[in-house]
């Protein structure tokens, strides 16, 4: 008797057969990505692909069993892939290691499969799979977990509710001001280290900069006389920490003087600030820090995890990224990374470097810069661990939930397959022991929203905006390609009108981005109640109406609102996040989204502005 003898036993001949000529699609291959490959390919099913971008990091060892410490920095797909056929040598599965928004998974490459299982923990990319499934309309199994948490749910278009039926909520927001002045929590200097890499690093824009404003509404208090003393004493001539960095050649040291002595000192100018706060600390001496860091890491290497760590965690220690570094180290950390940052800015292209939690430097950069931010604020340092978890909006996983998950799947995957999709469940996994002895729940699945923008026959949604100062880069960075997750959209207004088109060459990207984009809608003759269209062919011909309502109650913090219908808003801006939960992210204007990649694609930039 072999491992597969008993499928016929448990599933039977007709369905084992129906399986093994399956075409599967598996969006994902991390911690419910791993249990849910090797479930299929122990299930019968024959015909696989798998699509990740990520690549292996030492923290998924714990529960992506799948991988293993000498796959560390390899692509998480193609190893899947690999450890699978171990199990069974007879699948033919594909891995791509490629981004799930790429053009070549397009509406027909969806169409040419039986079924999608995702396995994300990405918002946009759940709403983007979403969409193709709908277009191609083939069943997909939504799946996501949380700590002891997790969910199954089969989508069938016209049959069950999409993964976008309901607003998701939205993600925890954060006051600019608080992140550029006065952080008082560690995910406030995260938030902060992040923004900081994006200026000087990555896309450069001039709003997204974190340094100190005197004209920022919390610094300037109530006393105008004591607005313009600390407008002088933080100085007229303002300059971008990007611009900076320019003019000093990115140097490390000099980096350091700048945002955690200068800018610290300019801070403490302005006195409103600091009226009923601890005021902050700037880094003194920080050449003999670097010393003395420099010293205390030559004899402890802090990178990857050794078998003298591994022994030393089962004596009851900690692996080394899971260590609290001192002052010292923390800012050698930080001129080391922003050191190998500034070699590597001579190569990049027009975006510069995109964060991502898996890059050493970027990582180091990040952590470094959160831990003396919060140091200079009175804050509890934390591990690189700890940072890049916040930073990479890691959410809580346990090995034990995601089995369960990926089990969940695959029943309700024998269920579509047996052509039985009336029997599917929504499942839900629980801590605690739900309706008698047991920690799952089973639910019919809910029928479509007949209001919802994604799968209702007519997709509409409204959004409220002040239209006279609203531009239509707002509209379509921020709007349609992030609360609404489009990747290229178009807009044509109700006259026949083009305003917003897809740039087929490089002087139409520059027509649109500097002729276009700084125009207000109102200069579109878009008023209270204006309809346009809204398409994107890169979602499978997604077709949408949107709805114009002014609103004069827009702030900065939140220029807008997007709604499906009267009663339920829709969040404003993307987050990563489980099927079940959301997680911490920042704020709709101070907000990022740790799927870097994507905010390449939709080069969606977010203004840090009070």
Known sequence: MNRFSCNEDVLGNDLLSKISDTNL???????????????????????????????????????????????????????????????????????HHDDVFSEKFNLKYFESFDLVMNALD?????????????????????????????????????????????PKPPPKQYPACTIRNTPSTLVHCVVWAKFLFRHIYGDADAENDVAPKADDPEAIGDEKAGVEEDKKDAGDDYVSTRNWVEQNDYDPLKLLVKLFHTDVNTLLSMNN???????????????????????????????????????????????????????????????????????????????????DKDDEDTMNFVYAASNIRAYIFHIDNKSLFDVKSIAGNIIPAIATTNAVVAGLIVNEAFKIIAGKLDTCKAVYVSRTLMGGNSILSAHALHKPNPKCYVCSSRPTCTVHVDIGTTTLHMLAEEVLKGALSLIEPSVSLSSGKEVLYVPEDDEEKDMLETKLYPRLLSSFEIIDGSKCTVTDDRQGNFRLVLIFRQWDEATDDVPFKVLMDNDQPEATSTTETAFVTTTVTDGKRASDDSDEETNRNTKKSKSLQS
């Open 25 to 95: 699609l598996v969006v994902g291959a991390g911690g419910i990505g791993c249990e849910l490959l090797k479930n299929v390919a122990l299930a019968g099913f024959k015909n696989i692909e798998v699509i990740d971008l990520d690549t292996i990091d030492a923290t998924n060892l714990n529960r992506q069993f799948l991988f293993q410490k000498e796959h560390v920095g390899m692509s998480k797909a193609q190893v899947a892939r690999e450890s699978v056929l171990k199990y069974n040598p007879n699948l033919d599965i594909i891995a």
């Open 122 to 166: 990405n918002l946009k990319a759940r709403n983007h799979v979403n969409r193709m499934c709908l277009a191609a309309n083939i069943p997909l199994i939504e799946s996501g977990s949380s700590g002891y948490l997790g969910q199954v749910a089969v989508i069938k278009k016209g049959v069950s509710e999409c993964y976008e039926c309901h």
């Open 273 to 355: 600030l600091w009226t009923f706060r601890d005021k902050p600390r700037a880094i003194e001496d920080i050449d003999t820090l670097l010393k003395a860091g420099e010293d205390i890491l030559a004899k402890d290497n802090n990178d990857i995890a050794t078998d003298a760590d591994i022994k030393e965690v089962k004596a009851g220690g900690n692996l080394p990224t899971q260590r609290v570094l001192s002052l010292p180290e923390i800012v050698f950390t930080f001129f080391n990374s922003a050191r190998a940052l500034r070699s590597r800015m001579k190569d990049v292209d027009e975006y510069g470097l995109v964060f």
